[in-house]
């Protein structure tokens, strides 16, 4: 099996006590290193790897226009309880075959460490595709273990900036910041920030 089946299975088999768990800290203090980079509402956003449909409703709120996906069922209908006015999918990187359209901001945010070394190009490919021109993409990289249920992968940050640049991506910011999860910061776990605009000269 994939990692991303071990991923999703594992999930899966903790999505409970994960949509509570998610909630632990808000999406204004999670994406602050990246905040003032975001496009004005109201404009299309694409949040890639939903969870609990924290980030969702949030933009939902702020005024976006949003657009969320999910490979776990217990994630999608969460997502759909708390944010019914948006659009959720259940489906998943590298492909997402169920998303269409151009989004000007899109959040994948925890979840790139869960996507194979190996699909990692394709998927890269397919977000960036479905960037609007000039529209930006945030992604939030995890470096060090994770639970032994939900599998990760090593990021390589350097690689991930170049293949984007290579897919007409331009680096706006990369920004490096501890957890903001107590255990994760027990166990040694950062994080890089990436905001990448699309269409300017890479
Ligand atoms: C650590 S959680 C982060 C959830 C949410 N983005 C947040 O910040 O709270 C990782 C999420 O990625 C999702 N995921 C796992 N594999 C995926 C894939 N191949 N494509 C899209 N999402 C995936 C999981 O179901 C889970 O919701």
Known sequence: MTLSGNVERGYAAQAPALIAQYDNVPSDTIYAPVRDLFPVAPVRVLDVGSGNGR??????????????????AAFVAETMRRAPAATILRDRLPRLRSVRGQYDLILVNAVWQHIDTADRPEALARLAGLLAERGRMVLSLRHGPGHPDRPVAVINVDATVSDAACLGL??????????????????????TWLVLEKGAQA
């Open 170 to 191: 331009r680096l706006l910011r990369r920004k490096e910041t501890g957890s903001l999860q107590e255990a994760n910061t027990a166990a040694g776990v950062t994080w």
């Open 55 to 72: 980030d969702t409703e949030w933009c939902a709120a702020l005024g976006y226009d949003v657009t969320a996906v999910d490979p776990v």
